[in-house]
Structures are given as C-alpha cells and as structure tokens.
C-alpha cells in the first residue's frame, strides 16, 4: 500500500494538474483525544472527491458539504490559508464524531500551487524528506530538505511539516510467517522488500506488492540503505543468514532491528555475536528478541500480529511496559522454554 501523505499529494497534483479546483487540509492543533494525529492531511477537490483523513469521517462529510457548495455556487475559496476548529463544545464533539473533550484544528490552503506540489511529490517519490513551510498570511510555500524527521510546528507565522519517505521493512527469510507480516505491513503504509537466498522459500513466494531478492542477506542489508523510517527483521531461524544481516542492521539508523526465535536461540545469537562478531551488550541494546510482544501467539498468523504490533508502537513513540515483552513475560509466568514465541 503506498504512503497515505504521497498519495493524498499525488491526488491533490493531478486534480489540479487538471485544471480543478481543491483545497489541502492539515491538522495542526489537537486537545484531548483526537482521531488523527497533528500533521494528518486530506484533499477535497471541487466534485466532492476526498482523499486523506482528518477524522474518522464526520469532519469529512462537513468540509465536503461545506466547500462543495461554494464551488458549486461559483464562490470559489481563495486567498491566504484559513483556520477551522471543530469540537469546542460538547454536542460538537458528538456531532463530529470526537471523543469527549476532543477538540481539532485545521489550516486549509485553497488551490495550492502546481509547481511547488510537483516538487514535493517528485522529491518524495525519490526518498527524500521535505519540510514544507506554509506562510500563513500568503499562502507562500517554500520546500527544505533535511536529514530529520520532525513533527509538525506551527506559531504565529507559518505551519512547517515535515513529510517523509515511506516507512520501509526489510524482511529476512520467505517464510509462512514473512507472508502475513507482510501483509499486515503493507495494508499499515509500509514499503517491504522480502529476501531469501534459499530456492525453496524464495521461489514460493506469492504476496503481490514486495519486492523480492535472492542475494546474501548481508550484502542485502548495505543496499538497502536503512534510515530512521526502516525496520529489519531476521526471519528465518538460520544463523548464517540471520547473525550477518543483523550485523549490518545494528550499523544502520532503522528504528526498529528485531529477530525470531525463542529466548533459548535469542541467548545463542547475542552471545555468538559478542563472542565472534565484536559486538558488545550496549551495542545489542537496539536488538529485539524474541521479537515481539506477549500475546500468547503460537500460530504464524498471531506472531506476526505480535510483531507487527512492536514494531507499530516503536514507530509510533510509545514506551511499551517491561511485562509485554515476550522475554519477561514468559519468564514471569513460568512458560517452558519450548514454547513458540
């Protein structure tokens, strides 16, 4: 599935490529509990047609309803950006669908500018991050490149947000297990790249979408070029394809480096590459194993909604309780160290 921002960009291009009338719509304040997150943008093109998300859906239908007359009355929406707060009071919070208290704003820029969209819709396909700062009393919008990933700011002045390259996953091994995370991975936004140097995983492979490979998970790893968007992961219980991709993950940024197995092997591998790998117990800090958390999972299916699930709440900045981890829970519980992870 492709990146929500680039495709609601994408969109927002080719209507007015096409010589249509839109408007961006970009959260830029939150209090209480919101349904989309600071910085979440959607489009709406002057028949109506919306793409992106600012809610879950209510908010939606009232900026269709409302700009959509306009247009239609040939009262086309102009001028510098305009702010639009949605949930100050309670019966409001009900009727947009907030939570209790919740309450959001929004910045929407009328008929953004071909050309600055096109920049960034090119630079983002080529898998650089882009500030883009929007002044608000013209409308102005200038693009930055940088090196890191920022959440949204705003002050009196301008809105700068920072969109990105596509979060990537970098799965080791083709197994069963690989097809759901996959899966689940891709319909979560993620690009995947699957490799497996093994014929007998490699060739079997049949989820549309992922790029395959069948070179040296190491060799792979270097390619890959992992950023603060990535995650990698080592799926195939086999030391030798394992131990040397993470050898070459824990030199990259990925926010999230994890391999399979049980605690038993997750000793093994740690102390195989403090032992014959240089690695040390601070550098292996950034490893996890036995990945994912706790949920009782056996089948392929429910460790990789375990995994997918880690890996999510890394992503998203969440500080996951010591007993979710597989590791401590188990041992908590006494769970045998023959049990699946």
């Not at 950023?227 to 991709?245: E, F, M, V, Y």
């Not at 030199?251 to 480096?257: D, L």
């Not at 040390?280 to 996890?288: A, E, I, N």
């Amino acid at each position: 599935m492709e990146n929500l921002d680039l495709k609601v960009l994408r969109t927002l291009l080719q209507w007015r490529q096409a010589g249509r009338h839109a408007l961006l719509a970009t959260v830029v304040r939150t209090w209480g509990s919101s349904p989309r997150p600071i910085g979440s943008i959607m489009a709406l093109c002057d028949d109506g047609q919306v793409v992106g998300s600012v809610s879950g859906g209510c908010i939606e239908d009232d900026l269709i309803y409302r700009y959509s007359q306009l247009y239609q009355a040939g009262e086309m929406p102009q001028g510098a950006p305009e702010f639009v707060r949605y949930g100050i009071k309670a019966d409001e919070a009900h009727r947009f669908g907030l939570p209790c208290g919740g309450t959001l704003e929004l910045v929407l820029e009328f008929d953004p500018e071909v050309k600055q969209l096109a920049q960034l819709v090119t630079a983002l396909q080529g898998g650089k991050l882009i500030q883009r700062k929007l002044d608000l009393a013209s409308g102005q919008v200038d693009l930055l490149e940088t090196d890191t990933p920022s959440q949204l700011e705003i002050d009196q002045t301008q809105v700068c947000n920072t969109f990105g390259p596509e979060y990537r996953l970098l799965l080791i091994g083709a197994g069963q297990l690989a097809e759901y995370l996959a899966t689940m991975a891709l319909f979560n936004g993620f690009a995947v790249t699957v490799c497996d140097p093994r014929e007998e995983y490699s060739r079997g492979w049949s989820v549309a979408g992922v790029s395959l490979t069948t070179d040296m998970p190491d060799d792979v790893v270097r390619q890959f070029n992992a950023n603060q968007r990535s995650g990698i992961i080592t799926l195939t219980h086999d030391p030798k394809l394992d131990d040397l991709a993470l050898i070459e993950a824990l030199e990259t940024p990925a926010f999230y480096i994890g391999a399979i197995g049980s605690r038993s092997n997750n000793a093994l591998r740690r102390q195989r590459l403090i032992e014959y790998f240089d690695q040390t117990p601070q550098s292996l800090k950034r490893l996890r194993g036995p990945v994912g958390l706790f949920i009782g999972s056996k089948t392929p299916s429910e460790i990789a909604v375990s995994i997918m699930a880690e890996l999510l709440a890394v992503k998203n900045g969440v500080t996951l309780s010591p007993e979710m981890d597989v590791e401590t829970a188990k041992n908590t519980l006494g769970i045998p160290h023959a049990e699946t992870a």
